[in-house]
C-alpha cells in the first residue's frame, strides 16, 4: 500500500495543471459537464424502471420545437437528460408527426466471469467478476483499452460468445434470468459487409424482408422508420459503394447503415461493437448524438467504445471502464471523474476525460514512458511523465471496491433484479420459402449491377472462344484432323474451368454477407446455396450459350442442332460444377489469394489427369488414375463432349476401307463406343455440381450454426424455467 500511494502522490504532484473535480469550477463550456456548477451522485435510485410500456409522440409545433408527451407515470431523470441543449436537433418536416413507442428493456449482469482458453497469455479469464445494469432510453459505453475484455462482455450480454467460451455468473433481462429471443435484440459487429451495389433503401428494404414476417407495408414502414432514425434520409436513394461518376457512402454513414439494418426489428436492447471504429471526430460526434435520439425513443444501448471526445464522452449516460477484464469503475460519466480524482488521478483541466481514463489504466504508456526515460537525459522536460501503470490499475480497483458507487451498483442490481418485468417474446422470422425469394431475387439484382461477378467473365469466355475458334478454324472432317479437334475442345474446357478463379472476389463477397447475415440469424445455410444457385442459373445459361455458340461455329463441329443443344448443356453443367467448386474452396480459405492459388493448384492437377496429355487407361493407377482423374470433372466434360462429335461418324482409310469415330479416337481419347454414354457423362457431371454444393452446405452448417444450435438449446432450456 506503501508504495501505491507514493505513486500516486508523485501522479497527483505531476500533473500539476489538473486539480479535484470536487474542488475546481467547472466551465459552462465543458461539454461532458451536464450540469454546469456541480456533479451529480455517482448512481441515482430514481433510474429503477416502470414496467409498464410508455408511449412518446414527438409533434413539430409551430417555432419549430420538440415537444414530446408521454401517456404514463414521468419517466426518470436519467431517460430525460439529453444533452439536447449542447447541439441542435435535425428539423422534421413541417406537420410531421412521429409516434415510436418506448419498448427499451433493463439488463442486469451480476458476478460476470468469462473464460476462453489460450485467449490471455497469463490467464483465460477475459472478463472477471463484472457486475452492472443497463436501463431503457440511456447509453451504457464499455471503455478500456485493447484487450480490456470489452467486446467479450458485449458477446457474454447478447449470448454470443463462441463454443470455446465458458460463461460463470447471471444475466438478467428485465428481471428474469433469461436469454433474449430473436428480434428482441440487435447486435452491430465491429466490421460488417455491405451490399455495395445497393442503395441504403434497397439494402435495408431485402434485409427487413429476410428478417421479418407479415405484410409488405409493414416492413416498408419498419424500413422508413429505420432510415429516419438513424437519419440517412439524404442518403437513402444513393448507392452504398457508388460508381464511376459518383461517390459511395462515407465511414459514418456505412456505420449508420448497418446500425439500422438491426433497427427494422424496433429491438429492445441494441448491442453495438465499437460504433466509432475508424471514424473522424465529425462523424464521430455525428453518429453519437444519433444514437442518442435513437436512445430517447427509449431504446436501451449498450456498445464498446476504445477512445472518445471531450463532447461525445458528454453524450454518455453510464460508463463501465475495464482493464484486463477488471472493473475498474462501473457507473455515471461524471462520477467516473470523480472516482479518478478520489483515487488520487484527477483529470487535467485541458485533457479529454477518456484520454485521462486510457492515460492512467493502459500499460501500453509503460513502453512511452521507458522511451521518455531514456530519452531525459537530453530533453529534460520529459521527466515530468512517469506514472506504473499497474499501480495505477491497482489503485483504481481498490478504491472502487471500497467506494459508494460500487455499493450502489450492487443496491441497483437486487432492486433491478427483485421484481419480474415484461418477458421478452421472440416476433417471428420470415418463412424458408420467403427467405430464398428474398435471396435469389437480391442476388439477381447485384449480379446484373456488379460487373465483377458474370459480366467480367462473359468478356474474358467470348474472348478466349474467339482466340481458340481462329486458331483452330478450317479443320475440316478428315481423319487427320481428329486430333486437332480433340486438342480445340480439351483447351476450351480447360481454360474457360481455370478463368472460373475471376469470380473469386465476388464469391467472397458473397460469403461475406452470408456469414454476417447468418451470425444474426437473418439468413441459414441452405437459403444462402439455393437462393445463390438460382440467381446465378440465368448468367450462367448466358455464359454457356454465348460462348459455345461462338467456338461451336468457329472450329466448324458437327452441323447438327441436336450436337449443338448437347455441347452447349454440357459446358453449362461444366459450368455449374465449376461454381461449385469456387464456392467450396473460397468457404475453405476465406482469402483471395489462397483461393485463388489453390482452385489454380486443382484445375492443373485435373487438366493433368483429364486424359488427354495420356489416356486414363494408361496414367499410373495410384494417385493419377484412382482417384484424381474419376473426381476431375474435366474428364466428364470432355468425354461427352468427345462423343457427341465423333460417335455415330466415320472417316475414309483410302478408297475401300474406313474407320468410325470410336475407332479413330482410340489413340487420342478414352472414349464409349456407346450412344447413351455422353448423357451418362452429363449425369456425372450434374451429380457433380450438386455433390460440390452438399459439402459447402456441411461446412458452412457446422463451422457457423454449431454456436446457434447450442444458443437456441440453452435458451429453450431457459423459458422451460421460466415460463412467463
Given at each position: 500500500?506503501?508504495e501505491?500511494q ?12 489538473a ?19 456541480a456533479?451529480?451522485?455517482?448512481i441515482?435510485f430514481?433510474?429503477?424502471?416502470d414496467w409498464?410500456?410508455?408511449d ?18 414521468p ?11 449542447s447541439?441542435?436537433s ?7 408527426i412521429?409516434?415510436r413507442k418506448?419498448?427499451?428493456?433493463s439488463?442486469?449482469w451480476?458476478?460476470?466471469?468469462v ?31 485493447a ?10 450480454l447478447?449470448?454470443?460468445l ?8 447471471e ?7 433469461s436469454?433474449?429471443?430473436?428480434g ?6 465491429r466490421?460488417s459487409t455491405?451490399?455495395?451495389s ?9 434485409s427487413?424482408?429476410l428478417q ?17 432514425s438513424m437519419s440517412?434520409?439524404?442518403y ?13 457512402l462515407?465511414?459514418?454513414?456505412r ?15 441494441l ?10 471526430s465529425v ?11 435513437l436512445?430517447s425513443?427509449g ?8 477512445q ?15 482493464s ?9 460519466t ?9 483515487a488520487g488521478?484527477?483529470?487535467p483541466i ?6 485521462h ?5 493502459n500499460t501500453d504508456?509503460?513502453r ?7 530519452w531525459?537525459d ?5 521527466s515530468?511523465v ?13 478504491t472502487?471496491?471500497?467506494s459508494?458507487?460500487a455499493?450502489?451498483v450492487?443496491?441497483?442490481i437486487?432492486r433491478l433484479?427483485?421484481k419480474e ?11 424458408c420459402?420467403s427467405k430464398?425469394a428474398?435471396l435469389?431475387w437480391?442476388?439477381?439484382?447485384i449480379m446484373s449491377r ?6 467480367l ?7 478466349l ?10 479443320l ?18 480447360s ?5 472460373s478463379?475471376?469470380g ?5 463477397k458473397e ?6 447475415e447468418?451470425a444474426n ?11 445463390q444457385?438460382l440467381?446465378?442459373?440465368?448468367f450462367?445459361f ?11 461455329f ?9 450436337l ?5 448443356l ?13 464456392l467450396?474452396?473460397?468457404s475453405?480459405?476465406r ?6 492459388l489453390?482452385?489454380?493448384t486443382i484445375h492443373?492437377v ?13 496414367l499410373?493407377r495410384?494417385?493419377?488414375?484412382y482417384?484424381i482423374?474419376y473426381?476431375?470433372f474435366?474428364t466428364?466434360?470432355i ?5 457427341n462429335e ?10 475401300v ?10 489413340n487420342?481419347?478414352d ?6 454414354s455422353?448423357?451418362?457423362n ?12 452438399v ?22 432450456n ?7
Amino acid at each position: 500500500m506503501e508504495e501505491i500511494q507514493s505513486q500516486s502522490d508523485h501522479y497527483r504532484s505531476s500533473s500539476s495543471s489538473a486539480s479535484s473535480p470536487a474542488s475546481r469550477v467547472p466551465s459552462s463550456n465543458f461539454f461532458y459537464l451536464r450540469k454546469p456548477g456541480a456533479f451529480r451522485q455517482p448512481i441515482s435510485f430514481e433510474d429503477s424502471p416502470d414496467w409498464d410500456d410508455t408511449d412518446i409522440e414527438v409533434k413539430v409545433e409551430e417555432g419549430g420545437a420538440d415537444s414530446i408527451h408521454t401517456a404514463t407515470t414521468p419517466v426518470s431523470p436519467s431517460l430525460s437528460k439529453l444533452n439536447s441543449s449542447s447541439l441542435p436537433s435535425p428539423p422534421l418536416p413541417e406537420g410531421a408527426i412521429v409516434a415510436r413507442k418506448v419498448a427499451g428493456a433493463s439488463i442486469v449482469w451480476k458476478d460476470l466471469t468469462v473464460t476462453i482458453k489460450g485467449k490471455r497469455k497469463y490467464s483465460d479469464k477475459v472478463v472477471k467478476s463484472s457486475n452492472g445494469y443497463a436501463m431503457p432510453g440511456t447509453m451504457t459505453v464499455v471503455m478500456g483499452p485493447a484487450k480490456s475484455g470489452k467486446s467479450t462482455l458485449l458477446r457474454a450480454l447478447s449470448g454470443r460468445l463462441p463454443d470455446s467460451a465458458r460463461t460463470y455468473g447471471e444475466v438478467f433481462v428485465n428481471g428474469v434470468r433469461s436469454r433474449m429471443p430473436y428480434g428482441a435484440y440487435g447486435y452491430v459487429e465491429r466490421e460488417s459487409t455491405l451490399i455495395e451495389s445497393l442503395t441504403v433503401r434497397e439494402y435495408l428494404h431485402y434485409s427487413t424482408l429476410l428478417q421479418l414476417p407479415g405484410f409488405l407495408f409493414q416492413k416498408r414502414s419498419a424500413v422508413e422508420d429505420a432510415i429516419f432514425s438513424m437519419s440517412l434520409g439524404d442518403y437513402s436513394d444513393k448507392l452504398i459503394g457508388g460508381h464511376c461518376y459518383m461517390k459511395g457512402l462515407s465511414s459514418g454513414e456505412r456505420r449508420r447503415v448497418t446500425i439500422a439494418r438491426e433497427l427494422v426489428t424496433r429491438p429492445h436492447i441494441l448491442f453495438i461493437d465499437e460504433p466509432l471504429y475508424h471514424l473522424d471526430s465529425v462523424s464521430a460526434l455525428l453518429m453519437m448524438v444519433t444514437l442518442k435520439k435513437l436512445a430517447s425513443t427509449g431504446c436501451t444501448l449498450i456498445f464498446t467504445i476504445y477512445q472518445s471526445s471531450t463532447e461525445v464522452f458528454g453524450l454518455f449516460d453510464r460508463i463501465c471502464l475495464l482493464s484486463n477484464g477488471n472493473t475498474l469503475f462501473f457507473g455515471e460519466t461524471l462520477a467516473c471523474l470523480q472516482h479518478f480524482s478520489n483515487a488520487g488521478f484527477p483529470c487535467p483541466i485541458m485533457q479529454s476525460p477518456s484520454d485521462h481514463f486510457l492515460r492512467a489504466i493502459n500499460t501500453d504508456f509503460d513502453r512511452i514512458i521507458a522511451m521518455c526515460k531514456n530519452w531525459q537525459d537530453d530533453h529534460g522536460e520529459l521527466s515530468s511523465v512517469n506514472m506504473d501503470t499497474a499501480v495505477a490499475i491497482r489503485t483504481l480497483e481498490a478504491t472502487y471496491k471500497s467506494s459508494a458507487d460500487a455499493a450502489a451498483v450492487e443496491a441497483m442490481i437486487v432492486r433491478l433484479t427483485e421484481k419480474e418485468g415484461p418477458f421478452l417474446k421472440s416476433k417471428g422470422k420470415a418463412n424458408c420459402v420467403s427467405k430464398i425469394a428474398v435471396l435469389t431475387w437480391r442476388s439477381l439484382l447485384i449480379m446484373s449491377r456488379e460487373w465483377k461477378y458474370y459480366w467480367l467473365r462473359l468478356i474474358l469466355y467470348m474472348f478466349l472462344a474467339l482466340c481458340i475458334g481462329t486458331v483452330f478454324s478450317g479443320l475440316g472432317h478428315s481423319l487427320s484432323s481428329v486430333g486437332t479437334r480433340a486438342g480445340a475442345i480439351f483447351l476450351f474446357v480447360s481454360f474457360t474451368s481455370l478463368l472460373s478463379t475471376a469470380g473469386v472476389p465476388a464469391q467472397l463477397k458473397e460469403i461475406k454477407v452470408y456469414t454476417c447475415e447468418e451470425a444474426n440469424e437473418h439468413s441459414g445455410t441452405f437459403v444462402f446455396l439455393i437462393g445463390q444457385l438460382l440467381s446465378s442459373l440465368p448468367f450462367l445459361f448466358l455464359l454457356s450459350v454465348s460462348t459455345s455458340l461462338v467456338f461451336y461455329f468457329l472450329v466448324g463441329l458437327r452441323d447438327d442442332f441436336s450436337l449443338l443443344v448437347y455441347f452447349t448443356l454440357n459446358f453449362f453443367t461444366c459450368l455449374l460444377v465449376n461454381e461449385g467448386l469456387v464456392l467450396l474452396v473460397t468457404s475453405v480459405c476465406r482469402n483471395i489469394f489462397w483461393s485463388i492459388l489453390t482452385l489454380i493448384t486443382i484445375h492443373m492437377v485435373m487438366m493433368l489427369s483429364a486424359g488427354f496429355f495420356r489416356i486414363r487407361s494408361d496414367l499410373p493407377r495410384p494417385v493419377w488414375m484412382y482417384p484424381i482423374s474419376y473426381i476431375a470433372f474435366h474428364t466428364y466434360s470432355i468425354q461427352g463432349l468427345l462423343e457427341n462429335e465423333f460417335i455415330g461418324t466415320s472417316y475414309a482409310v483410302g478408297q475401300v476401307r474406313s474407320l468410325s469415330g470410336y475407332q479413330a479416337l482410340q489413340n487420342v481419347y478414352d472414349v464409349s463406343a456407346d450412344t447413351n454414354s455422353k448423357w451418362r457423362n452429363l449425369l456425372i457431371l450434374f451429380l457433380m455440381a450438386v455433390g460440390y454444393r452438399v459439402l459447402v452446405f456441411i461446412l458452412l452448417h457446422f463451422r457457423g450454426r454449431k454456436t446457434l444450435f447450442l444458443r437456441r438449446l440453452s435458451c429453450c432450456n431457459e423459458n422451460t424455467n421460466n415460463p412467463r
